[in-house]
């Protein structure tokens, strides 16, 4: 059974940082680009960075851009999304997805095939 299952969610202050980590079982990740998406309240999902097989090649959206980063360990079958300088607008349910095979990079959130429950990410002072 394919399971994507995040963590690390929570309540942060303007300014802070978390770490999200997204554990994958079921598949192998090794040949899997793993990505990560937002829904905020009223807003459609939205792409938030995505990660190579190998971790060589990373995409990231204007927004996050030079605060967030994405890494994995395929030997944990876990992926990453460090969160530093957070801001009210990064509010949002965080989820991890995973795609195998994809027309061209990065891929479109609609080739992804798996996709967790998401967790929630509050910034609020």
């Known amino acids: 059974q394919v399971q994507l299952v995040e963590s690390g969610g929570g309540l942060v202050q303007p300014g802070g940082s978390l770490r999200l980590s997204c554990a994958a079982s079921?598949?192998?990740?090794?040949?899997?680009?793993m990505g990560w998406f937002r829904q905020a309240p009223g807003k459609e999902r939205e792409f938030v960075t995505t990660?190579?097989?190998?971790?060589?090649?990373?995409a990231y959206a204007n927004s996050v851009k030079g605060r967030f980063s994405i890494s994995r360990d395929n030997a944990k079958n876990t992926v990453y999304l460090q969160m530093n300088s957070l801001k009210p607008e990064d509010k949002a349910v965080y989820y991890c997805?995973?795609?195998?095979?994809?027309?061209?990079?990065?891929?479109?959130?609609?080739?992804?095939?798996?996709w967790g429950q998401g967790t929630q990410v509050t910034v609020s002072s």
């Open positions: 997805a995973a795609v195998r095979d994809f027309a061209s990079w990065p891929p479109d959130g609609k080739d992804y095939e798996y």
């Open positions: 990660i190579s097989t190998s971790g060589g090649n990373t």
């Open positions: 079921g598949f192998t990740l090794n040949y899997h680009v």
